[in-house]
């Protein structure tokens, strides 16, 4: 029977190894994004206090509207000089403010949060000086871009296209591969366990790479087939649904998309900002260990720097014209439909425990790139000492 496994293992792994490589490798690269970005946009995102008071979110928002304000009509003129006569765009996404993130670190800048994704103003909440617009960096958009679809352009309907399913079924070839590697693997004596465990590095390179391939590939199993379970949430609605139902519950892409598409349509206007200071002030009393609070037009979430899932919040309701709270949803008391996605999340980017799952994820990652190195290393020579074989 492990004969029967160990063919489905290397002729599943040949096609599929370079691909794996490259998303392991992206993959790796992108767990630490967050930290990345925050030493690149350091100057952008932190201020010094200097014992002075904050702003209210009222005027630090008037102050972002009118930054915007200013960015939009630089930006027009230079499209209108790139343009050369050519029509614009009518269903270019108008520019928004959508809601102001304050974090409970008072050198950390007021974050004005836009409408476009990964779009935001930092504002000096003691000056009301505009530290800057970010955005994305390009390097980690470029390798999402290869992790995801391998450097294909998504299309604007979202159908079907080649990157994205060839990473999708990849990931779910790769699951096929754990699995008979894990039952080649198993040891048919007790005693055979011990060598199955450690990486012997005094019998020469091949047992090294064979090694290292069975033990490396034994340690970083679990971690790996949790990455892909989750990853394969974002290649294929049909596997995040089956993944919801298996807790009860459901995923409603149908609505999300229809909220997506609906906003696309708005034009811009000002928000009523004036009771948002009140709700900020009385959700950090009464949540003095929050981490960030995030308030929109009605609505406010505040998140905590803790464990599990790092997307979660206890969300708020409140009304827009005195800031009287009229609503409260815990986290833990949220339906599971509102905590999967950002537990999916969480444990697809190893972000669930800090620096620890980080690094943990980071080494898991490593091994997920030499695992297919490995394994093809071992098929060449195993292939070339059958043809050297005299006949």
Not at 67 to 88: F, P, V
Not at 149 to 167: C, E, T
Not at 189 to 200: T, Y
Request: aromatic share 10%; with cysteine; glycine share 8%.
């Amino acid at each position: 029977m492990k004969k029967i496994f160990k063919n489905i293992h290397v002729w599943l792994a040949i096609p599929v190894g370079i691909v794996f490589v490259i998303i392991s490798f992206t993959g790796g690269m992108l767990l630490f994004e967050d930290e990345i970005t925050a030493v690149a946009q350091a100057d952008m995102r932190t201020v010094e206090r200097n014992g002075k008071k904050a702003l209210p979110a009222d005027k630090v928002m008037a102050i972002a509207q009118a930054h915007l304000a200013t960015l939009e009509t630089a930006n027009t003129a230079k499209d209108k000089q790139k343009a050369e006569g050519k029509q614009a765009k009518d269903d270019e996404e108008p520019i928004m403010l959508k809601s102001l993130t304050i974090a409970a670190d008072p050198t950390q800048a007021y974050k004005v949060n836009l409408n476009k994704k990964r779009q935001a103003l930092y504002v000096n909440q003691y000056t009301g000086e505009v530290k800057g617009k970010a955005t994305r960096l390009e390097t980690m958009a470029t390798i999402q871009s290869l992790h995801r679809n391998l450097l294909q352009k998504r299309p604007k309907d979202d159908s079907f296209f080649l990157g994205k399913a060839v990473i999708g079924w990849s990931v779910l070839i790769v699951l096929l591969i754990f699995i008979t590697g894990f039952l080649i693997w198993l040891p048919s004596k007790a005693s055979m366990l011990k060598n199955r465990l450690s990486i012997n590095v005094t019998k020469g390179w091949r047992r090294f790479w064979y090694d290292l391939h069975v033990a490396g590939g034994f340690y970083a199993l679990t971690f790996l087939l949790i990455i892909a379970i989750t990853g394969l949430c974002y290649a294929f609605p049909w596997w995040r649904s089956g993944l919801y139902s298996l807790v009860g519950a459901k995923y409603e892409k149908e609505h999300k998309e229809k909220a997506q598409a609906g906003e696309k349509g708005d034009k811009p206007r000002t928000l009523d900002t004036h009771a948002w200071q009140k709700v900020a002030d009385q959700l950090a009393k009464t949540n003095p260990n929050y981490k960030t609070i995030e308030v929109s037009e009605g609505e406010a979430k505040v998140s905590f720097d803790r464990w599990g899932n790092q997307r979660a919040s206890d969300n708020y309701a409140f009304d827009n014209q005195t800031g009287k709270i009229t609503k409260s949803e815990r986290y833990e008391n949220q339906k599971a439909e509102k905590q999967l996605g950002g537990l999916i999340y969480s444990l697809h980017v190893c972000s669930w425990g800090g620096w620890f799952s980080k690094i943990l994820g980071l080494l898991v990652t490593l091994i997920g790139v030499i695992l297919p190195i490995t394994g093809y290393y071992l098929w060449a020579k195993r292939t070339l000492r059958k043809l050297e074989k005299p006949h």
